[in-house]
């Protein structure tokens, strides 16, 4: 009694964190349930919800996969999935973009930021664009 109350406490504290826009918090929450609980669907929805949230694209939905195995008709698996799949889809048409502009600009005295300015490369995707065309430069 004392665990399965435990599992909702954190499954809430979770959903909580989610609605606030808390997501290391709600992975956090989400993983506690989890370590009680490791086929709690709830809780590997909105683990898949808050790394979706951090831009942590494939392990969200490795954790859909898991929950849609344990609960197959669950409509808000589903959906969540297909808006973790989107999300994959624009960020590497963001990366395809900026790879592109950099390269067609290779040669024209374009430098990294306006590259990256005109269409936004975007967190990791953009630090890691930075962080290669300085190393670059260094040698």
Not at 33 to 58: I, P
Request: aromatic share 6%; glycine share 8%.
């Amino acid at each position: 009694a004392y665990t399965k109350l435990r599992v909702a406490c954190h499954n809430n504290l979770a959903s909580v964190y989610l609605k606030v826009g808390d997501a290391s918090k709600a992975l956090e929450q989400a993983n506690l349930c989890l370590a009680l609980d490791a086929d709690n669907v709830k809780a590997l929805y909105r683990q898949a919800q808050a790394l979706g949230k951090t831009k942590d694209f494939t392990a969200a939905l490795q954790a859909l996969r898991r929950a849609a195995k344990l609960a197959p008709r669950d409509k808000a698996i589903r959906e969540e999935f297909d808006k973790v799949k989107e999300q994959v889809a624009r960020a590497t048409q963001r990366e395809k973009k900026v790879y592109k502009e950099m390269l067609s600009g290779a040669g024209s005295g374009r430098t990294y930021e306006d590259a990256a300015g005109s269409g936004g490369a975007g967190g990791r995707a953009g630090s890691l664009l930075k962080w290669l065309f300085d190393e670059t430069r260094r040698r």
